[in-house]
Protein backbone atom coordinates (compact mmCIF):
# COMPACT_ATOMS: atom_id res chain seq x y z
CA UNK A 1 0.00 0.00 0.00
CA UNK A 2 3.14 2.45 1.10
CA UNK A 3 4.67 1.36 -2.23
CA UNK A 4 1.31 2.47 -4.47
CA UNK A 5 1.28 5.56 -2.55
CA UNK A 6 4.81 6.44 -3.15
CA UNK A 7 4.77 5.68 -6.45
CA UNK A 8 1.53 7.63 -7.42
CA UNK A 9 3.23 10.51 -5.81
CA UNK A 10 6.43 10.39 -7.91
CA UNK A 11 4.90 9.81 -11.02
CA UNK A 12 2.48 12.78 -10.39
CA UNK A 13 4.88 14.68 -9.78
CA UNK A 14 7.36 14.16 -12.23
CA UNK A 15 4.49 14.63 -14.78
CA UNK A 16 3.82 17.89 -14.02
CA UNK A 17 6.59 18.80 -13.74
CA UNK A 18 7.28 18.01 -17.30
CA UNK A 19 3.87 19.13 -18.42
CA UNK A 20 5.12 22.71 -17.61
CA UNK A 21 7.99 22.79 -19.00
CA UNK A 22 7.34 20.30 -22.52
CA UNK A 23 4.31 19.19 -23.00
CA UNK A 24 2.22 22.75 -22.62
CA UNK A 25 4.09 24.43 -24.95
CA UNK A 26 3.77 21.10 -27.71
CA UNK A 27 -0.07 21.85 -26.67
CA UNK A 28 0.03 25.13 -27.00
CA UNK A 29 2.39 25.29 -30.25
CA UNK A 30 -0.57 23.27 -31.63
CA UNK A 31 -3.99 24.80 -30.21
CA UNK A 32 -2.41 28.14 -31.70
CA UNK A 33 -2.41 26.82 -34.86
CA UNK A 34 -5.70 25.63 -34.75
CA UNK A 35 -7.60 27.92 -32.96
CA UNK A 36 -5.40 31.32 -32.62
CA UNK A 37 -6.24 34.64 -34.46
CA UNK A 38 -3.81 37.45 -34.43
CA UNK A 39 -4.49 40.75 -32.79
CA UNK A 40 -5.47 43.38 -35.60
CA UNK A 41 -2.64 46.13 -35.97
CA UNK A 42 -2.74 49.76 -37.46
CA UNK A 43 0.43 51.15 -38.15
CA UNK A 44 -0.99 54.62 -38.50
CA UNK A 45 -2.43 54.18 -35.11
CA UNK A 46 -1.11 57.03 -32.82
CA UNK A 47 -2.81 57.36 -29.45
CA UNK A 48 -1.69 59.65 -26.93
CA UNK A 49 1.16 57.67 -24.23
CA UNK A 50 2.34 58.29 -21.05
CA UNK A 51 5.17 56.58 -20.24
CA UNK A 52 5.24 55.79 -16.73
CA UNK A 53 8.68 55.05 -14.63
CA UNK A 54 8.96 53.95 -11.34
CA UNK A 55 12.06 55.11 -9.49
CA UNK A 56 14.17 54.76 -6.49
CA UNK A 57 17.51 55.97 -5.84
CA UNK A 58 18.00 56.32 -9.29
CA UNK A 59 20.71 58.89 -10.24
CA UNK A 60 23.10 56.80 -12.06
CA UNK A 61 20.57 56.11 -14.80
CA UNK A 62 17.30 58.56 -15.12
CA UNK A 63 18.92 61.22 -16.88
CA UNK A 64 20.13 58.83 -19.75
CA UNK A 65 16.56 57.08 -19.49
CA UNK A 66 14.42 60.17 -19.96
CA UNK A 67 16.55 61.35 -23.39
CA UNK A 68 15.93 57.40 -24.56
CA UNK A 69 12.24 57.55 -24.04
CA UNK A 70 11.96 61.26 -25.46
CA UNK A 71 14.29 60.19 -28.36
CA UNK A 72 11.72 57.70 -29.69
CA UNK A 73 10.24 57.77 -33.13
CA UNK A 74 6.95 58.80 -31.89
CA UNK A 75 5.39 61.82 -32.47
CA UNK A 76 6.15 64.53 -29.97
CA UNK A 77 2.96 65.63 -29.30
CA UNK A 78 1.62 62.32 -28.11
CA UNK A 79 4.24 61.22 -25.79
CA UNK A 80 4.82 62.28 -22.06
CA UNK A 81 7.27 61.05 -19.43
CA UNK A 82 6.08 60.63 -15.58
CA UNK A 83 8.93 59.81 -13.62
CA UNK A 84 7.20 58.23 -10.21
CA UNK A 85 9.87 58.72 -7.41
CA UNK A 86 9.37 56.56 -4.44
CA UNK A 87 10.90 59.18 -1.55
CA UNK A 88 14.35 59.05 -3.34
CA UNK A 89 17.26 60.22 -1.28
CA UNK A 90 19.67 60.85 -3.95
CA UNK A 91 20.13 63.40 -6.61
CA UNK A 92 17.11 61.96 -8.91
CA UNK A 93 14.99 64.86 -8.41
CA UNK A 94 17.08 67.16 -9.35
CA UNK A 95 18.16 65.40 -12.25
CA UNK A 96 14.59 65.10 -13.56
CA UNK A 97 14.49 68.73 -12.66
CA UNK A 98 17.29 69.60 -15.02
CA UNK A 99 15.74 68.04 -18.19
CA UNK A 100 13.72 71.37 -18.95
CA UNK A 101 11.51 69.60 -21.35
CA UNK A 102 7.69 69.89 -20.61
CA UNK A 103 6.68 66.52 -21.47
CA UNK A 104 8.90 65.14 -18.43
CA UNK A 105 6.65 65.69 -15.13
CA UNK A 106 7.72 64.60 -11.59
CA UNK A 107 6.20 63.04 -9.49
CA UNK A 108 7.06 62.20 -5.87
CA UNK A 109 4.86 59.81 -3.30
CA UNK A 110 3.92 61.02 0.39
CA UNK A 111 5.67 58.07 1.63
CA UNK A 112 7.59 55.47 0.54
CA UNK A 113 5.53 52.44 -0.74
CA UNK A 114 7.16 50.51 -3.68
CA UNK A 115 6.64 50.50 -6.79
CA UNK A 116 2.85 49.08 -6.79
CA UNK A 117 2.10 52.53 -4.81
CA UNK A 118 4.18 54.66 -7.41
CA UNK A 119 1.59 52.90 -10.69
CA UNK A 120 -1.65 52.69 -8.19
CA UNK A 121 -1.03 56.33 -7.34
CA UNK A 122 0.29 57.77 -10.51
CA UNK A 123 -1.18 55.87 -13.14
CA UNK A 124 -4.70 57.23 -12.57
CA UNK A 125 -3.49 60.84 -12.94
CA UNK A 126 -1.51 60.57 -16.37
CA UNK A 127 -4.18 62.35 -19.10
CA UNK A 128 -3.72 59.89 -22.10
CA UNK A 129 -5.19 56.87 -23.98
CA UNK A 130 -2.12 54.39 -23.07
CA UNK A 131 0.13 53.93 -20.45
CA UNK A 132 3.54 52.55 -20.79
CA UNK A 133 4.88 50.82 -17.76
CA UNK A 134 9.29 50.76 -17.69
CA UNK A 135 11.91 50.62 -15.81
CA UNK A 136 14.36 52.70 -15.38
CA UNK A 137 17.12 50.67 -16.41
CA UNK A 138 15.18 49.73 -19.51
CA UNK A 139 16.31 51.34 -22.40
CA UNK A 140 13.92 51.18 -25.65
CA UNK A 141 15.24 50.67 -29.52
CA UNK A 142 13.62 54.07 -31.49
CA UNK A 143 10.70 51.81 -32.92
CA UNK A 144 9.57 49.82 -29.56
CA UNK A 145 6.37 52.18 -29.32
CA UNK A 146 5.49 52.58 -32.44
CA UNK A 147 5.00 48.85 -32.70
CA UNK A 148 3.87 47.83 -29.21
CA UNK A 149 0.65 50.70 -29.82
CA UNK A 150 -0.66 50.04 -33.21
CA UNK A 151 -2.23 47.06 -31.45
CA UNK A 152 -4.41 49.51 -29.30
CA UNK A 153 -6.29 50.55 -32.97
CA UNK A 154 -7.73 46.81 -32.30
CA UNK A 155 -10.98 48.10 -29.51
CA UNK A 156 -10.22 44.27 -27.99
CA UNK A 157 -6.64 44.57 -26.59
CA UNK A 158 -6.05 45.91 -23.31
CA UNK A 159 -2.77 45.69 -23.25
CA UNK A 160 0.40 44.96 -25.16
CA UNK A 161 3.87 43.52 -23.47
CA UNK A 162 7.31 43.97 -25.28
CA UNK A 163 10.19 41.66 -25.31
CA UNK A 164 13.56 42.84 -23.10
CA UNK A 165 16.65 41.43 -24.29
CA UNK A 166 19.53 40.77 -21.62
CA UNK A 167 22.87 42.44 -21.99
CA UNK A 168 25.53 40.38 -20.63
CA UNK A 169 28.94 41.52 -19.54
CA UNK A 170 29.59 37.72 -20.95
CA UNK A 171 27.26 35.57 -23.63
CA UNK A 172 25.13 33.81 -21.33
CA UNK A 173 23.55 31.69 -23.35
CA UNK A 174 20.77 29.71 -21.01
CA UNK A 175 19.05 33.14 -19.75
CA UNK A 176 18.61 34.09 -23.93
CA UNK A 177 17.50 30.59 -24.73
CA UNK A 178 14.98 30.60 -21.57
CA UNK A 179 13.58 33.93 -22.18
CA UNK A 180 13.46 33.29 -25.86
CA UNK A 181 11.33 30.09 -24.86
CA UNK A 182 8.78 32.66 -22.64
CA UNK A 183 8.58 35.24 -25.40
CA UNK A 184 7.86 32.47 -27.69
CA UNK A 185 4.99 31.08 -25.31
CA UNK A 186 3.40 34.51 -25.26
CA UNK A 187 3.66 35.14 -28.70
CA UNK A 188 1.32 32.10 -28.78
CA UNK A 189 -1.15 32.82 -25.88
CA UNK A 190 -1.69 36.08 -27.58
CA UNK A 191 -2.99 33.92 -30.17
CA UNK A 192 -5.25 32.26 -28.48
CA UNK A 193 -6.75 34.80 -26.61
CA UNK A 194 -3.55 36.36 -23.82
CA UNK A 195 -0.48 36.07 -22.30
CA UNK A 196 -0.85 36.52 -18.78
CA UNK A 197 1.92 37.94 -17.73
CA UNK A 198 4.19 40.65 -19.06
CA UNK A 199 7.85 41.56 -18.66
CA UNK A 200 7.58 43.62 -15.93
CA UNK A 201 10.07 46.70 -17.36
CA UNK A 202 8.01 46.91 -20.60
CA UNK A 203 4.42 46.74 -21.20
CA UNK A 204 1.07 49.20 -21.90
CA UNK A 205 -2.28 49.34 -20.97
CA UNK A 206 -5.30 51.22 -22.34
CA UNK A 207 -6.08 53.86 -19.88
CA UNK A 208 -9.16 53.29 -19.35
CA UNK A 209 -8.95 49.24 -18.18
CA UNK A 210 -6.23 50.34 -15.90
CA UNK A 211 -6.84 49.22 -12.05
CA UNK A 212 -4.62 49.53 -9.13
CA UNK A 213 -3.48 46.62 -7.96
CA UNK A 214 -3.38 45.62 -4.64
CA UNK A 215 -1.38 47.64 -2.01
CA UNK A 216 1.36 45.69 -1.09
CA UNK A 217 2.14 43.52 -4.11
CA UNK A 218 5.82 42.34 -4.01
CA UNK A 219 7.76 42.46 -7.41
CA UNK A 220 4.32 40.87 -9.32
CA UNK A 221 2.36 44.09 -11.10
CA UNK A 222 3.87 42.30 -14.48
CA UNK A 223 1.27 39.43 -13.52
CA UNK A 224 -1.32 41.42 -11.21
CA UNK A 225 -1.91 44.26 -14.32
CA UNK A 226 -2.46 41.83 -17.12
CA UNK A 227 -4.99 39.37 -15.67
CA UNK A 228 -6.91 42.83 -14.60
CA UNK A 229 -7.07 43.45 -18.22
CA UNK A 230 -8.34 39.87 -18.80
CA UNK A 231 -10.98 39.61 -15.85
CA UNK A 232 -12.33 43.42 -17.35
CA UNK A 233 -12.18 41.25 -20.74
CA UNK A 234 -10.00 42.35 -22.51
CA UNK A 235 -7.25 41.14 -24.09
CA UNK A 236 -3.35 41.09 -23.26
CA UNK A 237 -1.27 40.42 -26.13
CA UNK A 238 2.55 40.45 -26.53
CA UNK A 239 4.73 41.70 -29.18
CA UNK A 240 8.36 40.27 -29.88
CA UNK A 241 8.82 43.29 -32.69
CA UNK A 242 8.92 45.50 -29.80
CA UNK A 243 12.20 45.55 -28.04
CA UNK A 244 13.58 47.29 -25.17
CA UNK A 245 17.16 46.37 -23.84
CA UNK A 246 18.17 45.73 -19.83
CA UNK A 247 21.40 45.41 -18.46
CA UNK A 248 21.99 42.77 -15.93
CA UNK A 249 23.88 42.25 -12.80
CA UNK A 250 26.83 39.61 -12.85
CA UNK A 251 26.69 39.41 -8.72
CA UNK A 252 25.43 36.35 -8.02
CA UNK A 253 23.60 37.40 -4.47
CA UNK A 254 22.16 39.92 -5.73
CA UNK A 255 20.62 38.27 -8.88
CA UNK A 256 19.80 35.45 -6.43
CA UNK A 257 18.03 37.85 -3.94
CA UNK A 258 16.06 39.47 -6.95
CA UNK A 259 14.62 35.76 -8.18
CA UNK A 260 13.90 35.18 -4.41
CA UNK A 261 11.98 38.75 -4.08
CA UNK A 262 10.16 37.59 -7.67
CA UNK A 263 9.36 34.08 -6.46
CA UNK A 264 7.64 35.24 -2.85
CA UNK A 265 5.82 37.65 -5.61
CA UNK A 266 4.78 34.72 -7.54
CA UNK A 267 3.12 33.04 -5.01
CA UNK A 268 1.64 36.22 -3.44
CA UNK A 269 -0.22 36.48 -6.79
CA UNK A 270 -1.42 33.17 -6.90
CA UNK A 271 -3.87 33.43 -3.59
CA UNK A 272 -4.60 36.69 -5.24
CA UNK A 273 -5.65 34.94 -8.95
CA UNK A 274 -7.28 31.77 -7.64
CA UNK A 275 -10.75 32.36 -9.63
CA UNK A 276 -8.10 32.07 -12.83
CA UNK A 277 -8.44 28.15 -11.53
CA UNK A 278 -11.85 27.82 -13.53
CA UNK A 279 -12.17 26.20 -16.26
CA UNK A 280 -14.75 28.56 -17.40
CA UNK A 281 -12.51 31.18 -17.99
CA UNK A 282 -11.46 29.53 -21.44
CA UNK A 283 -8.23 30.15 -22.67
CA UNK A 284 -7.06 32.32 -20.09
CA UNK A 285 -7.77 29.31 -17.95
CA UNK A 286 -5.73 26.90 -19.81
CA UNK A 287 -2.76 29.49 -20.37
CA UNK A 288 -2.46 30.61 -16.41
CA UNK A 289 -2.71 27.21 -14.53
CA UNK A 290 -0.55 25.49 -17.37
CA UNK A 291 2.28 28.29 -17.25
CA UNK A 292 2.14 29.93 -14.54
CA UNK A 293 0.62 28.10 -11.55
CA UNK A 294 2.41 24.59 -12.22
CA UNK A 295 5.53 26.46 -13.02
CA UNK A 296 5.19 28.60 -9.75
CA UNK A 297 4.76 24.96 -7.61
CA UNK A 298 7.82 23.10 -9.77
CA UNK A 299 10.40 23.35 -6.55
CA UNK A 300 7.39 20.96 -4.78
CA UNK A 301 7.36 18.94 -7.51
CA UNK A 302 10.79 18.12 -7.59
CA UNK A 303 10.86 17.75 -3.82
CA UNK A 304 7.91 14.91 -3.92
CA UNK A 305 9.72 13.37 -6.71
CA UNK A 306 13.25 13.27 -4.67
CA UNK A 307 11.56 12.30 -1.45
CA UNK A 308 9.42 9.94 -2.97
CA UNK A 309 12.18 8.44 -5.37
CA UNK A 310 14.05 7.99 -2.01
CA UNK A 311 12.10 6.30 0.05
CA UNK A 312 10.87 3.98 -2.88
CA UNK A 313 14.71 3.08 -3.57
CA UNK A 314 15.13 2.46 -0.16
CA UNK A 315 12.30 0.84 1.13
CA UNK A 316 12.12 -1.70 -1.34
CA UNK A 317 10.58 -0.62 -4.14
CA UNK A 318 11.60 -1.42 -7.62
CA UNK A 319 15.37 -1.00 -8.67
CA UNK A 320 13.95 1.15 -11.21
CA UNK A 321 13.66 4.34 -8.45
CA UNK A 322 16.96 3.11 -7.03
CA UNK A 323 18.69 3.76 -10.54
CA UNK A 324 16.83 6.72 -11.31
CA UNK A 325 17.78 8.22 -7.40
CA UNK A 326 21.18 7.74 -7.97
CA UNK A 327 20.90 9.37 -11.75
CA UNK A 328 19.60 12.50 -9.98
CA UNK A 329 22.12 12.63 -7.26
CA UNK A 330 24.95 12.66 -9.75
CA UNK A 331 23.02 15.14 -12.18
CA UNK A 332 22.96 17.46 -9.21
CA UNK A 333 26.50 17.26 -8.36
CA UNK A 334 27.20 18.05 -12.27
CA UNK A 335 25.19 20.53 -12.06
CA UNK A 336 26.72 21.92 -8.97
CA UNK A 337 29.97 21.92 -10.78
CA UNK A 338 29.11 24.28 -13.72
CA UNK A 339 31.82 26.57 -13.13
CA UNK A 340 34.12 23.65 -13.59
CA UNK A 341 32.51 22.06 -15.95
CA UNK A 342 31.32 25.11 -18.12
CA UNK A 343 29.58 23.09 -20.69
CA UNK A 344 26.07 24.45 -22.25
CA UNK A 345 24.17 21.29 -20.89
CA UNK A 346 25.65 22.06 -17.49
CA UNK A 347 25.24 25.39 -17.38
CA UNK A 348 21.76 24.94 -17.98
CA UNK A 349 20.68 21.85 -15.46
CA UNK A 350 22.26 24.77 -13.09
CA UNK A 351 20.11 27.24 -14.43
CA UNK A 352 17.14 25.04 -14.05
CA UNK A 353 18.11 23.82 -10.43
CA UNK A 354 19.37 27.25 -9.21
CA UNK A 355 15.45 29.18 -10.47
CA UNK A 356 13.56 26.70 -8.85
CA UNK A 357 15.76 26.88 -5.48
CA UNK A 358 14.81 30.41 -5.68
CA UNK A 359 11.07 29.73 -6.25
CA UNK A 360 11.59 27.39 -3.39
CA UNK A 361 13.10 30.43 -1.00
CA UNK A 362 10.61 32.47 -2.19
CA UNK A 363 7.33 30.81 -0.79
CA UNK A 364 8.74 30.85 2.71
CA UNK A 365 9.52 34.50 1.91
CA UNK A 366 5.70 34.63 1.26
CA UNK A 367 4.66 32.63 4.39
CA UNK A 368 6.17 34.76 6.21
CA UNK A 369 4.31 37.56 5.63
CA UNK A 370 5.01 40.14 3.31
CA UNK A 371 4.38 44.01 4.74
CA UNK A 372 5.80 46.00 2.72
CA UNK A 373 6.51 46.51 -1.70
CA UNK A 374 8.99 48.73 -0.74
CA UNK A 375 12.39 47.76 -3.10
CA UNK A 376 16.12 48.88 -3.03
CA UNK A 377 18.16 49.04 -6.09
CA UNK A 378 19.43 46.14 -7.84
CA UNK A 379 23.20 46.50 -8.31
CA UNK A 380 23.61 47.07 -11.83
CA UNK A 381 27.09 47.14 -14.18
CA UNK A 382 25.83 51.02 -14.92
CA UNK A 383 26.73 51.45 -11.27
CA UNK A 384 30.34 50.63 -11.65
CA UNK A 385 30.62 53.47 -14.26
CA UNK A 386 29.54 56.19 -12.60
Not at 56 to 73: F, G, P
Request: proline share 5%.
Amino acid sequence: MLIAALQIVFWLSLFLLVYSYALYPLLLSLFARLFGRPAAADESYFPRVGVVVPVYNEEAVVRRKIENLLALDYPKDKLSVWIGSDCSTDATHEIVGSIGDPRVHLWVAPARGGKTEVINKLAPQVPVEVLMFTDANTMHRPDSLRKMVRHFADPSVGGVGGHIEHLFARKEFVEVLYRSFESRQKVLESRLHSTISAYGGFYSVRKEMFRPIQYNAYSNDDVLIPMNIIRNHGRMIFDAAAVSEEETTENIKHEFSRRIRIGAGNFQAFFWLLDFQNPLKGWPWFCYVSHKATRWFSPFFILFAALSCAALAFAGGPGFYAVLFYAAVFLTAVALSHRIIPLPPVRALNYFITMNAALFAGFFRYVSGIRSAAWSRTERPVDKKK
